[in-house]
């Protein structure tokens, strides 16, 4: 990550002992209305200070408002800059509507972008990447690209192929940050790091609420396999006890040396993912 602005900016989406992270995102009710789980401030102030939270994404109106009540403290702060209602005709045709300076003035450290690949919008896709990326280079903000491939393919081959292929675009356009879709099969996670996640953070999202045991088994593949976190939404705060879910995803994706242990067979890994 080039600039000594970037750098520190996205520090605070890091766990300083660790270098990993976990990002709650809240920006699920402009696409698709209210959500549970994110139904009032009041909600959201019971988890959100949790500890094992490292950053927050969220559209500009509810950065105001949790701002304003003293919520986003010691997190790091993430504008979202595009979205569109799940109402609209292309759902999936994200539109800019904000711009790094208003996230700026809001006091973000970071911005992010969506892009939902449906095969029609690509070229609408690249341009936004391509442009947010030079005006966040402006003002020394990381960028973190959300990147869901919308595309059914007949074969798993294929799919992985097209998402590397997406991820590709993403970095080669300047990406700071990826957050993608929980792969099918955790023994994906390693071919979508491959050749990546050296230069770039990689997160995976949780996608539709999954089993606790899904998705912490998920946070021990992405570690192991030299992955930057997960940025989960709704499998973090739709559980019946949130902060619980917080406490041991934290012990997972913070614990320092966790890949090193797995990989030589040493047994604080178990002790540190129970």
């Known amino acids: 990550m080039d600039g000594v602005a970037k750098q520190i900016r996205w520090s605070r989406f890091l766990d300083r002992k660790s270098g990993r992270g976990i990002i709650v995102p809240i920006d699920h009710g402009l696409t698709i209305g209210p959500v549970e789980g994110l139904d009032s401030a009041e909600q959201v102030a019971r988890w959100i200070g949790h500890p094992g939270i490292t950053g927050v994404i969220a559209h500009k109106g509810m950065v105001e408002r949790l701002g304003r009540l003293g919520l986003l403290r010691g997190k790091g702060i993430m504008v979202h800059l595009n979205g569109m209602m799940s109402l609209s005709a292309e ?37 936004e990447l391509g442009e947010l990326v030079d005006e966040a280079r402006h003002y020394g903000m990381p ?22 292929h997406l991820v590709r675009a993403c970095v ?22 491959r050749g990546v996640h050296e230069h770039t953070a990689m997160f995976f999202a949780g996608g539709v609420v999954r089993s606790e045991e899904e998705i912490l088994a998920m946070a ?29 995803l934290q012990k997972i994706v913070m614990a320092e040396g966790l890949r090193w242990g797995l990989a030589a067979g040493d047994n604080d890994y178990e002790e540190a993912a129970q």
Not at 110 to 124: E, I, M, P, R, Y
Not at 149 to 155: E, G, L, S
Not at 221 to 242: P, Y
Request: with cysteine.
């Open 143 to 164: 960028v973190l690209t959300m990147l869901y491939d919308k595309v059914v393919c007949d074969t798993e081959e294929l799919s992985m192929r097209r998402q590397r």
């Open 91 to 127: 759902p999936d045709r994200k539109e800019r509507l904000t711009s790094v300076e208003a996230a700026l003035r809001l006091g973000a450290d970071a911005v992010s972008l969506q892009l939902n690949f449906d095969g029609k919008n690509d070229a609408h896709n690249l341009t």
């Open 220 to 248: 021990r593949e992405v570690v192991l396999h030299g992955g930057t976190g997960l940025c989960v939404g709704r499998n973090i705060f739709q559980r019946e006890d949130v902060n619980a879910m917080l406490s041991r």
């Open 172 to 193: 080669e356009l300047g990406t700071d940050a990826l957050k993608l879709a929980a792969p099918a099969s955790h023994a994906q996670i390693p071919t979508i790091l």
